[in-house]
């Protein structure tokens, strides 16, 4: 065993809030190198298309999407189209007492989801929350014209870990990520990191930065900040 405070030749640093160090150059292009050099686990991308392409027949390739195998490879790119279907994250647990104001119900959501769905001509919607078991139900009710997925991970597979929840999260980001349109949760950093990876890709800024407003009528609606991507 090695006893690391003997050594000389190691030196830890400890990043505690990465986000506090970055904020007075938040969305310049040094946060953005940053960001583009940062990738997904390939295990968890392989899942997440293996989804796509199962589901709505979507590859990187049909969707148009900027994906070259080095990031440093990655060009300003507007023409990506994304997979025959909508994505929402629709956040809930602690955000319907903490964020109440700007927090939808479950009727409110359903119908700013089968809004966008019917603009676009799309009945698939792909659902990233982390709603209960009878919230979702009470959804796909809402829903019931819509073709509704969501991700659930294969239990007692031979030879393969069960996936945690935080992988479970980003095969959600990964499949929202390379939707025909996504619409995310105010003030929601799992949303950010969606936008942050739609704009990497190639994704026009009307088919990323959209936020769910608390009432179905669009009135009273709270927006989420953006960063378009800088090279």
């Known amino acids: 065993m090695v006893d690391f405070r003997k050594s000389s030749n190691i030196r830890t640093i400890l990043f505690l809030n990465t986000e506090v160090v970055l904020?007075?150059?938040?969305?310049n292009d040094e946060f953005w190198r940053a960001r583009?050099?940062?990738?997904?686990?390939?295990?968890?991308?392989?899942?997440?298309?293996?989804?796509?392409?199962?589901?709505?027949?979507?590859?990187?390739?049909?969707?148009?999407?900027?994906?070259?195998a080095k990031w440093e490879d990655e060009r300003e790119y507007r023409k990506a189209i994304g997979g025959d279907y909508v994505c929402a994250h629709l956040r809930r647990a602690d955000f319907l007492y903490g964020r109440e104001s700007t927090t939808p119900t479950l009727r409110s959501a359903s119908s700013q989801?089968?809004?966008i769905a019917k603009m676009l001509g799309i009945d698939q919607v792909f659902l990233a929350s982390d709603c209960t078991r009878s919230e979702l139900m009470d959804l796909l009710t809402y829903m019931k014209r819509l073709r509704v997925y969501k991700?659930?991970?294969?239990?007692?597979?031979?030879?393969?870990?069960?996936?945690?929840?935080?992988?479970?999260?980003?095969?959600?980001q990964i499949i929202c990520s390379n939707a025909r349109l996504f619409i995310g949760t105010y003030e929601s950093t799992f949303t950010y990191r969606i936008y942050e990876e739609r704009e990497i890709l190639g994704f026009h800024q009307r088919t990323t930065f959209n936020?769910?407003?608390?009432n179905e009528d669009l009135s009273d609606c709270e927006k989420n900040s953006q960063w378009p991507i800088v090279y």
């Open 113 to 115: 989801i089968k809004r």
């Open 151 to 172: 991700y659930i991970p294969p239990s007692g597979v031979e030879g393969q870990e069960p996936l945690k929840d935080g992988e479970v999260a980003i095969i959600d």
């Open 211 to 214: 936020t769910f407003c608390k």
């Open 23 to 27: 904020h007075d150059f938040w969305g």
């Open 36 to 68: 583009r050099s940062m990738r997904f686990n390939e295990n968890l991308i392989e899942r997440a298309n293996e989804f796509r392409m199962d589901n709505f027949n979507a590859t990187n390739l049909l969707d148009a999407v900027q994906r070259p």
